[in-house]
């Protein structure tokens, strides 16, 4: 398994931004499709952003599209998303975690997690 670990995590105001960053192990990474993934307290852990194996394809659940982007830079292992305009309701733990599939938004497709990294918007 690659090893992942997140950062980036804050505490912010309604409104402000923050980039989370994950950061893998091996090269490797380079074979894997990435996703970004939020849980609420009391909560089932939900997909938020996506990219693809090659890096082309992109995709964003509706409550964050057009606020969050996704990006991954191979030459560095690293994966990031852009978090904009946040709102109370983004508050979460973010993993980042990889899958053997080309792009894929199913949680259960994803077998490597990071540990999570904690983002709460206030009001």
């Known amino acids: 398994q690659i090893q992942l670990v997140e950062s980036g995590g804050g505490s912010v105001q309604a409104g402000d931004s923050l980039t989370l960053s994950c950061a893998a192990s091996?090269?490797?990474?380079?074979?894997?499709?990435v996703g970004w993934f939020r849980q609420a307290p009391g909560k089932e852990r939900e997909f938020v952003a996506g990219i693809g194996r090659t890096g082309v394809q992109t995709g964003y659940a509706g409550s964050v599209k057009g606020r969050f982007t996704i990006s991954r830079d191979y030459g560095k292992n690293m994966a990031y998303l852009q978090m904009k305009s946040l709102k109370p309701e983004d508050t979460a733990v973010y993993y980042c975690?990889?899958?053997?599939?080309?792009?894929?938004?199913?949680?259960?497709?994803?077998?490597?997690w990071g540990q999570g990294t904690q983002v709460t918007v206030s009001a």
């Open positions: 975690a990889l899958t053997i599939q080309w792009y894929s938004e199913s949680l259960s497709d994803y077998s490597d």
């Open positions: 091996e090269r490797t990474f380079s074979g894997n499709a």
